[in-house]
């Protein structure tokens, strides 16, 4: 390894607080930025997990200095500039980068986004998305299963580096939590700005002070997070994953800090166990002949916290046990014995190579160098760590393997079904299933307090008046509403068509026809019946449920829900309406921010078949009827996924009698 030459730094601080680096490199007619921030997921409050993602995304994509985020990115663009925003662990980054002669802009659009977001209402719900997407999908990859199981398992489920959002923490987020969000965290003695490039400092300093001499936010010191227990969860744990043809593993406990006086030594601990293919354990196992086995061992060791020790892999379900024996036994060995002088030596590159691949240019160098700068560690640090590393010896990697590690305490995560394996599971201990199920969507309902309950009436009298008054939703006594769905390929690409007839106040009947057959359901508001070519009978269970929910959420009737008694109108959010009744029915209805016109609907129901989904229906292409802007188009989708596109036609007041819509097919 190379001697480490660190840059030439200058480090001061703004007169509002705000840290400065820079780093004076005039290689290449460029200026890079990295504005470091102490936030992050682990700061999320426990029933709104996700929300520093989404507020990080949000500040990107939703604005900032009074251009919204399409503006943003037009600016940028056409100055060949980027300004980029990630949200970590423990820490956020907000990134830019731009050419020598527009590096003012892009510091200044940067500086807008960091300090004022205009956080767009609109780019709000896509952005939930997004996240409740990778929620869906979150199992799909099972190396990530593991990965993710182990460090709940480690962590602890009351420590935050050990959650994980679901789709009721992500719906709890709210504008005005995004706001509060950014407001606490986003402060200047909370944040580090680090810039390397073609500049003068000196210049640079006085331009900086001058862009961030407006920026005076205050805030208490953000607090370190608790640290978790030692390894409270150790055993062995089955994630029960079907159509497995390779298992997936990964086994770990609590890990130390950087700042541990044994870093160095631990290090090295690793690479001995499983250091690549030179490893002692990879000769093992080849000698047992498993050849076809993936094994990597890290010392997760945090720069702010307790990190952890892993290792992971992959082999076919009939090596799976004894790649998980081997792996106990070589842990077993290095506490016991010391290890060989040529382990020792292969461990030591390994390490030093493995550094020197995290700096070996100058963008990875600076950020390493900063995020140490942030975490408080000497600007000396990597030159102390290589001298630490050649100093470990025999004797430290035994003492340390004492010390820190033991197969005892290890939690080990396997990803499989009992079957996968040719002897039981339970040959390496008890085993605890961890079933891989994601709770479906399904926000809670807001809390009527009497500032939401007079929200509510407002936003539910602003969406009427945008329809185009409650006159004129007053004056329909009956609609024959026909909706044609197109389900998107995943949904199985069909099409369907759904004909609802409603008469004033309550009666209701729907014709629903699939490629699969038909359906008739009529209701009255207490009773009803349901019909197919099996024959017909009364309505009941899930499907009077079902119906039910459709009848509440006629548009016309659920935006006069002021005046039908019993039900209750919350305003959740500046544009978002919940709309419930003493039936237990409830339906959310999102209004576009600049029009007031119901642009979303959102509510729980039982499908045809299977267990019940949270729905979304995206309304567009607002025309007149009858004096009233009604949607003609939309989206539906089930649990965050688009299953069908589909477009609406209306006859209103055509004088329906409810004698007409009782007749049984």
Known sequence: MPPTTLPNFQFFMLSNGL??????????????????????????PPDKIGLAAITGMLMRAGGAGGRTGE?????????????????????????????????????????????????????????KNQLRNAIARRNDDARLVARRELTGLVYGGENPYGWKPEYATIDRIQRSDIEAFWRRYFFPANTLLALRGDFDAAGMK???????????????????????????????YLAMKNAMNRTFFALGEPANIVKDPDYAALSVMNAVIAGGPRSQMVQRLRGKGITEVEISANWNAGLDHQGIFEITGATQPRS?????????????????????????????????NRMLLATDTKPKLFEFLISLQLAGYPTDFLQEFRKNVAAVTR??????????????????????????????LSVLGTVTPIPLTIDPPKPEAAKATSANVEKGKQLLDRAQRAVGGAERLLAVRDVIQQTEYKFVEGAGGAAATENDRWISPAYY????????????????GQYGWIAN?????????????????????????????????????????????????????????????????????????????????????????????????????????????????????????????????????
């Open 206 to 236: 006085s331009r900086l002070e001058t862009l961030f001499a407006d920026w005076k936010a205050k805030q208490d010191p953000v607090t370190n997070i608790p640290r978790p227990g030692d390894s409270p969860n150790s055993g062995v």
């Open 509 to 524: 009947r729907q014709e629903v026809t699939l490629p699969s057959g038909w359906l008739t359901v009529y209701y009255d």
């Open 395 to 424: 004797a430290d990697v035994l003492r340390v393997s004492k010390a820190h590690v033991d197969p005892g305490r290890l939690a080990i995560v396997i990803v499989g079904t009992a079957d996968d394996f040719p002897e039981p």
């Open 533 to 665: 070519k099996q024959g017909s009978g009364p309505l009941t269970g899930d499907q009077l449920r079902r119906v039910q929910g459709d009848a509440f959420r006629v548009f016309f009737r659920l935006l006069l829900s002021d005046r039908i008694e019993g039900r209750v109108l919350n305003g959740v959010d500046d544009n978002v309406l919940e709309i419930s009744d003493a039936g237990g029915q409830s339906a959310r209805l999102v209004l576009n921010r600049d029009s007031g016109l119901p642009e979303k609907l959102l509510y729980e129901t039982v499908p045809l078949s299977g267990p019940s989904v949270w729905v979304e229906e995206d309304w567009a292409d607002f025309h007149d009827v009858a004096g009233m802007k009604l949607p003609f188009r939309g989206a539906a989708f089930h649990s965050g996924k688009k299953v069908a596109d589909f477009t609406i036609s209306y006859q209103l007041n055509a004088g329906l009698k409810s004698e007409e819509l009782i007749k049984r097919p």
């Open 19 to 44: 840290r400065v680096c820079l780093w004076e490199d005039h290689e290449l007619p460029l200026v890079d930025g990295m504005v470091f921030v102490r936030t992050g997921s682990i700061y999320d």
């Open 320 to 352: 799976a046990i004894p790649v998980i024996r081997t792996i106990r036994e070589e842990i077993e060995r290095v506490r016991t014995s010391e290890v060989s002088e040529d382990e020792l030596r292969a461990a030591r590159e390994s390490v030093l």
């Open 71 to 127: 503006q943003l990115d037009d600016e940028l663009e056409n100055a060949a500039a980027r300004v980029d925003m990630r949200v970590g662990e423990g820490r956020s980054a907000l990134l830019f980068s731009a050419l020598k002669e527009n590096a003012d802009q892009a510091l200044a659009t940067a500086k807008a986004v960091l300090t004022a977001p205009s956080f767009q209402q609109d780019k709000i719900e896509p952005l």
